[in-house]
């Protein structure tokens, strides 16, 4: 079967970094997808690794290992509006989304 | 970025009638749409996929004769649930495909609608 894993939920302090990490395991792989959503809102897109390495794109990175069916997404300079969800999502050889169930990120003060 | 639009945000409905939420690509043409479901902490789950001038394709589980889904347009896909019924509350979610060369084929997605049935 098909399957997203990614932390529950993660608590950072303002100002610090944070890593959250994503595996995968597909039918295929066309890319892999972070998006942010706020609560109540509709996911927003961050970023979109297809090839192995680091995407950096201002405070927020992006890391993508195809070997090891590993993501993470790496956030800078943490400020209270990053409080939010975070979904890891992998396209698979149909080019459908997989979703994880996403990773709620709380930071404090 | 792509803009989507969805209308309305929030429906509140009595128990057994029928509910249109519209989804819009305002910028863009999208042959594709899809229709996400999402409930309180849970993570998306997708219910269909619209493709302009052509039947949706339905999710396993999905009942298609309550979710019509009619794509009569390259800018507009509805989502109509039929008769609905409490356990039908949810947060409805619509996303377009925007047409690219490459391979990467991001989804952008509309701001929600909020369903709530009496």
Request: overall charge neutral.
């Amino acid at each position: 079967g098909q399957n997203i894993d990614q932390p529950t939920e993660m608590t950072a302090t303002e100002g610090a970094i944070v890593q959250i990490n994503c595996t995968y395991q597909t039918s295929g792989f066309n890319g892999l997808f972070w998006y942010q959503q706020h609560a109540g809102e509709a996911p927003t897109f961050l970023s979109y690794n297809v090839l192995d390495g680091l995407e950096e794109k201002g405070r927020f990175s992006s890391f993508l290992s195809r070997s090891k069916g590993y993501s993470y997404l790496l956030l800078k300079e943490l400020q209270m509006k990053d409080s939010a969800s975070y979904l890891c999502a992998v396209m698979d050889s149909n080019y459908q989304l997989i979703w994880g169930a996403g990773t709620k990120l709380i930071i404090k003060p | 970025g792509a803009v989507v639009s969805q209308h309305p945000s929030r429906v509140i409905c009595k128990s057994g009638t029928s509910v249109k939420i519209e989804c819009r690509s305002l910028d863009f043409q999208a042959t594709t749409m899809f229709w996400y479901r999402q409930f309180p902490k849970q993570s998306l789950m997708l219910m269909a996929t619209s493709n302009e001038g052509s039947k949706a394709t339905y999710e396993q589980g999905v009942e298609k004769d309550k979710f019509l889904i009619n794509h009569a347009s390259l800018t507009l896909s509805t989502l109509t649930v039929t008769s609905a019924h409490p356990e039908d509350s949810s947060f409805y979610i619509c996303s377009a495909k925007v047409p690219s060369l490459g391979v990467q084929e991001t989804q952008y997605f509309g701001p929600g609608t909020r369903l709530l049935v009496l």
